[in-house]
């Protein structure tokens, strides 16, 4: 079985602190994503990831930045937090046999 | 630019009914569909994947099916329990493109 895991299940971090979500896969998959998920707005992509150190933006790239520097490992920084980032980050890999999602438990942040 | 939409946005039904989740497309040049689970609070839990070359999945008491062509699927859930209440969610991909309808929310009532 695939397995996503993230690095916290809940966070509380203050505006303008510089925040890591860590996110890491067991599969393989060569393709790693970053979304949000808000009421109303459903799931918007940050970033992807096809591949170590390349990186492409998604939808809503501003205040948020990557690092993949191994195949397994993709994380998702806030440079500096602010209120309008509250909210649940999932994190998804994908495999380019069957290009079939699996996301991680979720990050429920909460930037005050 | 691809739009996935779900109807209805929530559904209410008791133990035991049959019941059909929707979910359509505007391109129909799509890679794959994919239905999903999510519990309040947790991630994405992956039910079925219908490749775009095939016309249905199933797994269990679940039934996903696709028509490509008119940029539609259905989720069946035969049998309802109260442990299916959760939000059902349906996306499509193309390469590294993944588009996600809003879900539906489910709820069984003993």
């Known amino acids: 079985d695939v397995k996503v895991t993230q690095s916290s299940r809940y966070l509380v971090k203050r505006t303008g602190e510089k925040v890591f979500l860590e996110c890491v896969q067991d599969?393989?998959?060569?393709?790693m994503f970053w979304y949000r998920q808000d009421p109303g707005l459903g799931l918007r992509l940050i970033y992807f990831?096809?591949?170590?150190?390349?990186?492409e933006k998604g939808d809503i790239p501003e205040g948020y930045s990557v690092s993949r520097e191994k195949k397994e490992r993709f994380s998702l920084i806030l440079e500096s937090a602010s209120t309008n980032q509250t909210s649940m980050y999932l994190c998804?890999?994908?495999?380019?046999?069957?290009?079939?999602?699996?996301f991680g438990p979720g990050t429920r942040l909460t930037v005050t | 630019k691809q739009e996935v939409t779900q109807i209805p946005a929530a559904l209410s039904v008791p133990e035991g009914e049959n019941l059909v989740l929707n979910c359509s497309f505007t391109d129909s040049a799509i890679y794959n569909l994919q239905w999903f689970r999510q519990d309040p609070g947790k991630g994405l839990t992956s039910l079925l994947l219908?490749?775009?070359?095939?016309r249905e999945q199933t797994s269990g008491r679940l039934n996903a099916s696709l028509d490509k062509s008119s940029g539609r699927s259905t989720l069946y859930i035969a049998a309802s329990q109260p442990g299916d209440s959760a939000t059902y969610l349906c996306a499509v991909s193309r390469n590294n493109d993944m588009r996600f309808g809003a879900g539906t929310r489910l709820t069984v009532k003993p």
């Open positions: 599969m393989d998959h060569e393709n």
């Open positions: 990831s096809y591949d170590v150190k390349m990186k």
């Open positions: 219908i490749q775009s070359s095939q």
């Open positions: 998804a890999s994908m495999g380019l046999l069957t290009y079939e999602q699996y």
